[in-house]
């Protein structure tokens, strides 16, 4: 009689339950694993396959705390313009793809990057009627903060001169009040995707035949599940019954946690932990603020050289805690984006005020690029997780001194984090940063201002094991699900990678170079190279 399904010997299993704790092999039955231990041990247990390690390195899969799939996947649907120059860039990009807009789309460009442009501004509804005076066009800035249309596009969606509905003071105008066409952050979307098709990829079948690509593509990078941040783009591919969809037709190459924007006004009224291990309602997240590419991040003090500048919130301070207050109530984590100290002092000062140790929601701070010293010691009190994104280190030496001059050395703070009981969590808010966890850990670890760069702060570098961690069982804790995942324990799945070279003992400049020869979700070989 077969005890296990397969037995996996003659390995390095770093199971991550404490630092340096190793096997030597493993049994998994039914997708989860069954013994974790010394090969002597496992060899005994019968089993229906024996799998030879041959020696490799094996930590659990990674967890993605933070992206938003569904701009993922529709991002390869759109025009890139990371790389453009200029104005006249744009437009040349924008009318070569013109041709390819079939009836009733719209054509969209992402990534784009004001800092490249010669003009240093972004493009207005007058350069993009230069494009197309017929056909609607919606374009997204790098840090998905601001947005621009060209006029047909605004009488579309009737942001026009006038326009005094919620979050109007986020439609920019001219002197004599007309629309330029550019959007600041996020409040004013929901005014454009009535409007806006929803998807560029095609029916259904397609839209989850290219789910299943992109997710097996982010599979053979380490992940096992992604927590993605959905809900403010219009997409179709927000849409549950995709996912599920492809998790019945065994096509489905990732678990999948939904975290949206607004969630309570979901028609089931649903809340965070529904679902299973495949696709699960997670936080409900809010805006606080923007970002610092964008100069809108919520600061406690002026932008360095701009007085009385503290940048922007994306709510009114009463709405905003009203909606976390009753989502909070209801039972759901909170996922706060708070990218300044000032948004992160808002957010705490909230957390204060109506936590409840008998209801089950966590607090998570999304971003928390600046914190001050006398809020990580509060946040920790409360067991604040932070959904950072170690990938945007280097951005530290671009936008640091020039917006905050010496209170840079506070940004990505993890250690300091650490230290006072908050638990970051490791992302990329894709599409924006690499998804490559191993590039990362890697500036988690040296916290480089670019590959071979000078270190930024060193005293916030964290260790391989914490940094790690962060991708794993941290990243599990924050959606309850450190009992299921994160490391290598009887009992938890069998999401598992097999390392072409040990992560704890190369050099931490390799770290980048590590390829992951196999993913293993739920006891099943995704891919092997």
Request: hydrophobic letters at 35%; a negative charge.
């Amino acid at each position: 009689m077969f005890l296990a399904d397969k037995v996996f010997l003659n390995g390095v299993l770093y199971t991550l339950k404490s630092a340096g704790d190793t096997a030597r092999a493993m049994a998994v039955r039914d997708g989860k694993i069954l013994q974790v231990g010394a090969e002597e041990e496992i060899r005994k247990i019968p089993a229906k396959e024996t799998i030879d390690l041959g020696g490799g390195t094996v930590i659990p899969a990674f967890s993605n705390s933070h992206c938003h799939l569904a701009e993922m996947v529709e991002g390869l649907y759109k025009v890139d313009l990371s790389d453009t120059k200029s104005i006249n860039d744009i437009i040349d990009k924008m009318k070569a793809a013109l041709p390819g807009v079939k009836p009733g789309q719209w054509l969209q460009g992402y990534q784009l990057r004001q800092r490249n442009l010669a003009e240093q501004r972004l493009p207005d509804r007058y350069d993009l009627d230069k494009v197309s005076a017929e056909v609607p066009i919606f374009l997204s800035s790098y840090g998905l903060h601001q947005f621009m249309l060209n006029s047909p596009a605004l009488r579309i969606t009737g942001l026009k001169k006038g326009f005094d509905k919620p979050g109007s003071e986020l439609l920019l105008t001219d002197r004599d009040g007309e629309p330029t066409g550019l959007l600041s952050e996020h409040r004013l979307l929901p005014y454009v995707w009535p409007f806006k098709p929803k998807s560029g990829i095609g029916d259904k079948e397609e839209q989850k035949e290219a789910l299943r690509k992109h997710l097996l593509c982010l599979a053979r990078e380490g992940y096992t599940t992604l927590h993605t941040f959905d809900g403010f783009d219009g997409s179709v591919l927000n849409d549950l019954n995709l996912y599920q969809e492809l998790a019945g037709e065994n096509k489905l190459t990732m678990r999948v946690i939904f975290n949206r924007e607004r969630c309570m006004n979901n028609p089931l009224g649903a809340i965070s932990g529904l679902g299973n291990e495949w696709v699960k309602f997670g936080a409900f997240k809010i805006f606080t603020d923007g970002s610092f590419s964008e100069r809108t991040s919520f600061l406690l003090e002026d932008y360095e050289g701009r007085p009385g500048d503290r940048g922007k919130l994306a709510h009114p301070r009463q709405e905003y805690e009203s909606l976390i207050t009753q989502a909070y109530e209801a039972g759901n984590d909170i996922a706060v984006h708070a990218s300044g100290d000032g948004a992160v002092e808002i957010f705490m000062e909230l957390i204060e005020k109506i936590h409840t140790p008998s209801l089950p929601g966590q607090f998570r701070l999304i971003h928390a690029s600046l914190t001050a010293p006398h809020q990580w010691a509060r946040l920790g009190k409360y067991h604040v997780l932070a959904d950072v994104q170690p990938v945007f280190i280097p951005s530290i030496k671009i936008t640091g001194p020039a917006c905050l001059g010496a209170r840079a050395q506070y940004m990505q703070a993890y250690k300091s984090m650490l230290k006072n009981g908050m638990l970051p969590t490791g992302g990329n808010d894709g599409p924006i940063g690499p998804s490559n966890p191993f590039i990362g850990i890697r500036y988690a670890v040296l916290r480089e201002a670019g590959f071979g760069g000078e270190p930024l702060f060193p005293e916030e570098c964290l260790s391989v094991y914490e940094a790690v961690c962060m991708y794993t069982k941290n990243s599990a804790y924050c959606a309850h699900e450190e009992g299921i995942k994160g490391t290598l324990e009887a009992g938890k799945l069998a999401d598992f990678i097999v390392l072409d070279r040990d992560v704890f003992k190369i050099p931490a400049k390799e770290i980048s170079d590590i390829k992951v020869k196999q993913t293993w979700l739920g006891g099943k070989n995704l891919f092997q190279d």
